[in-house]
């Protein structure tokens, strides 16, 4: 009943007045599997437990949520890496349970990645001109020149010359800032639809973040790209997406436009992490910040009811430690998994 | 500030490295101070030289050093002329700990964290190991661990209780001083915050003195009495966190403070263009020069440092 219901208010205020959906997941689980001595079974990872989105062309998106929340394995199964346990991906309608091996080489290529340590993403051993170059020849560019070509562009488009400096370098031998352009270029050089960026300027000095995360939003706008963009600082979030999904537990927690989420955060998870963010400003020292007690739940055996109950300081007894919240509608397009939104 | 002696005091301290392509000029003539019971923050990219501060104040030198001199004085007693072995059983720990960068990556993985914390009193304070473990044990209430958690290993504690631990293990011989390096950069936004909770807690009950070093300027302000930042192995400007973070003084200071997203305001962030120079191959006059976009001739000539209603800047627009 729950699952229906899900469903029901999920698909009524995104899907209508979207025309076209580039990918669409419906009900995601991704559980992994504990084994007692190799082969014993011992229990779930339950790491994305029952997530639905839309994402529409040239849109971009952002997943938020702690380290442990289930948000690297949501990216991978979207990557195609992970085999949802349940549920659905599908992309431009296609599900991708249904590609086989060709399928799934035509969709990789149709989605980026950009990874969060540019330096363990990049082989230590190629030349920038040959990490380019080897997405092209996997998906068959047999031109030569025509190779070159797009290499070229790919390192223009993110701003990275003049090019022939670059092309006979090591990764070795570039900055951070300019490691995570090449990563940027890699995951670009197949004219993708969508970009997973996983934390793309976590690794890099503060003063390059807002550079890379510029270019990136320049690329999405110019290439009409849909991204996906996976962090948990959520003051980054703010000049880069159109709309914030929140996770927690294998949950999305709260899904809204960007401004009114963070003008209006409604799940108090989300309220947590707003104000456990901190802007520079020396008043700062003189308070104490206020964060919600306890640490996230074991994903094997999750409270039952909603979540977040156990560390909530709004939840209600009998009801969100019982039974689990579906998804309300706050506002117009504003979902909260929280039952004070019933 | 206050008119007894500071506790710590650096004059032109310098820690060069030698390196295939010459010295590597990490640490570069550093002065300042740094009063009882006070935080400052060194703010810097990567880089800059700010964790090789803190390894040459607590001499914690790898084998390739060039040049390491100056002077550094701890409540007035100069520590540059002490002895290594004297250095490290009355003053490394003793009197100023660290907690090093990636702390919770580097506790002992085969030994009890209990027994852990408790190890540098041993060492350090000659103390019974049933005494140094009931001192654990009050340390693991003031950084807010479970004390059940003292028989655990490091891999059954998440990454903040671990930082909590390595927090711990720098308290537990009562030092004055404490070096923060990067104390929060890979924990998740609310276990930074409660952290730094923890970190103003102590600060408060204890009161110890830090050095913060990180490049995360929106955090540092959490815990700031004074801002130091730090440019190419010297430091550009000092001020206290007030003035600071309202309005910095140093172009560069300015251009960093701009880099930073902000989730109150609308300010729209910017990036500083072109990169630092190389510590291999300073450049002569003012090392900001060359991406600094109200450079002028005179910046070809190195800029002294001036004093500005008691804010220190190193830049000729404020000579």
Not at chain 1, 166 to 179: A, D, E, R, T, V
Not at chain 1, 228 to 249: C, G, K, N, P, Q
Not at chain 2, 14 to 40: C, I
Not at chain 2, 233 to 246: M, N, P
């Amino acid at each position: 009943m729950l699952i229906e219901d899900f469903n029901k208010v999920q698909l009524s205020p995104i899907e209508e007045n979207v025309g076209q959906s580039l990918m669409s997941i419906r009900d995601l689980r991704v559980w992994f599997e504990l084994r007692r001595w190799g082969f014993g079974h011992a229990g779930n990872v339950r790491a994305v437990d029952g997530v639905s989105f839309d994402i529409r062309q040239g849109e971009a998106i952002a997943v938020v949520g702690e380290s442990g929340c289930g948000k690297s394995s949501l990216m991978k199964t979207i990557l195609g890496l992970h085999r949802p346990t349940g549920g659905d991906v599908s992309f431009e309608g296609v599900s991708l349970s249904r590609l086989d091996r060709r399928g799934l080489k035509w969709y990789r290529s149709q989605v980026g990645y950009v990874q969060q340590d540019p330096f363990a993403a990049l082989a230590p051993f190629m030349n920038i001109r040959r990490i380019l170059e080897e997405p092209l020849i996997v998906n068959g560019v047999k031109d030569r020149d025509e190779r070159t070509a797009r290499i070229r562009k790919a390192l223009e488009e993110v701003k990275l010359s003049p090019v022939e400096d670059f092309l006979p370098k090591f990764p070795h031998m570039l900055s951070g800032g300019q490691q995570q352009r090449i990563v940027i270029a890699r995951a670009m050089i197949l004219n993708p639809k969508l970009i997973v960026a996983d934390e793309p300027v976590s690794m890099l000095d503060a003063s390059v973040r807002v550079e890379i995360l510029k270019l990136l939003r320049g690329l999405q706008e110019s290439h009409n790209l849909a991204v996906i963009y996976i962090t948990h600082d959520l003051s980054t979030v703010r000049y880069f997406s159109e709309r914030i999904f929140v996770m927690y537990a294998g949950k999305l927690v709260e899904k809204a436009f960007t401004p009114d989420l963070l003008r209006e955060p409604r799940h108090p998870y989300t309220f947590a992490l707003l104000a456990a963010t901190s802007d520079p400003d020396a008043r700062n020292a003189e308070v104490y910040r206020e964060v919600p007690p306890g640490e996230p739940p074991s994903l094997v055996n999750p409270p039952k009811g909603c979540r977040f109950h156990p560390r909530c300081a709004r939840a209600m007894q009998g009801l969100c430690d019982v039974e689990a919240p579906s998804d309300f509608e706050a506002a117009p397009e504003h979902l909260v998994n929280c039952w004070l939104y019933k | 500030m206050n008119q007894q002696t500071p506790l710590l005091q650096l004059q032109e301290l310098t820690l060069h490295f030698r390196t295939s392509r010459g010295a590597m000029r990490a640490v570069d003539g550093v002065d300042f101070s740094l009063g009882h019971g006070e935080a400052v923050v060194v703010l810097g990219e990567s880089g800059c030289g700010k964790s090789s501060l803190a390894r040459a104040i607590l001499r914690l030198l790898p084998r390739n050093v060039q040049t390491y001199r100056g002077q550094v004085y701890l409540d007035g007693r100069e520590l540059m002329s002490i002895e290594d072995e004297e250095f490290r059983k009355a003053i490394r720990w003793a009197r100023i700990s660290m907690v090093p960068q990636a702390a919770m990556n580097s506790l002992n993985p085969v030994m009890k964290v209990g027994d852990q914390v408790a190890e540098p009193m041993i060492v350090h304070g000659g103390v019974a190991k049933e005494a140094a473990l009931a001192n654990a044990r009050k340390m693991f209430q003031h950084v807010g661990v479970p004390t059940d958690f003292l028989d655990r290993y490091a891999f059954e504690l998440s990454g903040g209780m671990r930082q909590r631990v390595a927090i711990a293990m720098a308290l537990v011989t009562a030092p004055d001083l404490i070096i923060l390096d990067e104390p929060t950069s890979a924990l998740d936004v609310l276990t930074q915050a409660n952290i730094m909770n923890v970190l103003k807690r102590i600060k408060k009950e204890l009161g110890v003195s830090y050095i913060l070093i990180t490049h995360d300027i929106a955090t540092s302000s959490e815990l700031a009495d004074r801002v130091a930042v730090m440019y190419a192995g010297q430091i550009v400007e000092v001020g206290d966190a007030r003035s600071f973070f309202a309005a910095p003084l140093h172009p560069y200071s300015q251009k960093l403070m701009a880099s930073v997203p902000r989730l109150r305001g609308d300010q729209e962030p910017d990036f500083i263009t072109g990169h630092p120079p190389s510590l291999l191959d300073l450049p002569k006059g003012c090392r900001f020069a060359d991406r600094c976009p109200l450079r002028m001739a005179k910046c070809a000539e190195e800029p002294p440092t001036f004093n500005k209603h008691g804010r220190l800047v190193k830049c000729w627009l404020h000579g």
